[in-house]
């Protein structure tokens, strides 16, 4: 069974500062798929960033890009430029070839403060 | 398109009591999924399906039953509700997936689930 581990519960950043938020996952598998997902206080999941395990190339999206280590296991998410809307609860998801089976960590508690 | 909808928004149960949640889309995803989160937690796998008449259990199954007779239908029963099923229930959708091609989970707006 694959587990994802966020050990950063809550993090803070200042208004147009850069934040990282860290992930580790655990599989036996060699394809898989990694996500960021944002949850705001309207509790709608939003998709932030997606990356697949065999590209080696780190995925960016505008301020949002991973740092994806394979061999380590780890799928970290930069915000860039951090905006006040950005605060959130971010979740790091793993997700084997078989979509409807994706495991989540248990979320980093962002604030962005003016 | 109305992309993934849940009914209700929000729901108080006695325990004991039975209901279902509702969940459809009409982007004629093949995959669907319920989730659970618990305060302070992400979202557990409760069971998920990978077509109309195929259904299997994630990680919490327990107290719970799903079937799936349309590709756009996939309700989520409670079959007599305990405190520990107070949580906020997602549901989610996607395509199926080969190894090249991108999986992404439509999400739900979620339904609050409170028993007492």
């Known amino acids: 069974a694959q587990t994802v581990t966020q050990s950063q519960p809550e993090m803070s950043v200042q208004e147009a500062e850069t934040v990282t938020l860290s992930c580790t996952y655990d599989t036996s598998e060699s394809n898989y798929y990694l996500f960021w997902y944002k949850q705001p206080p309207s509790r709608q999941m939003i998709l932030v960033i997606r990356?697949?395990?065999?590209?080696?190339q780190n995925a960016t999206e505008n301020r949002f890009s991973v740092n994806f280590q394979k061999a380590a296991k780890s799928f970290s998410l930069k915000i860039s430029d951090s905006q006040l809307g950005d605060t959130a609860m971010y979740f790091c998801a793993f997700s084997s070839t078989n979509a409807g089976k994706s495991t989540f960590g248990d979320g980093t508690t962002l604030t962005v403060k003016p | 398109n109305a992309g993934v909808t849940q009914t209700p928004k929000f729901q108080v149960l006695k325990t004991g009591q039975s209901m279902t949640l509702q969940c459809a889309q009409d982007?004629?995803?093949?995959?669907m999924s319920w989730y659970r989160q618990d305060p302070g937690m992400g979202l557990r796998l409760i069971h998920y399906?990978?077509?109309?008449?195929?259904?299997d259990q994630g990680e919490v199954p327990n107290g719970y039953n799903v079937s799936r007779s349309t590709t756009e239908d996939f309700p989520l029963r409670l079959l007599s509700a305990a405190p520990s099923q107070t949580s906020v229930y997602f549901c989610?959708?996607?395509?199926?997936?080969?190894?090249?091609?991108?999986?992404?989970?439509?999400f739900g707006p979620g339904t609050r689930l409170t028993v007492l």
């Open positions: 990356q697949e395990a065999y590209k080696q």
């Open positions: 399906s990978v077509g109309a008449g195929i259904t």
């Open positions: 989610a959708s996607s395509y199926s997936v080969s190894l090249t091609s991108y999986n992404e989970q439509f």
């Open positions: 982007m004629n995803h093949e995959y």
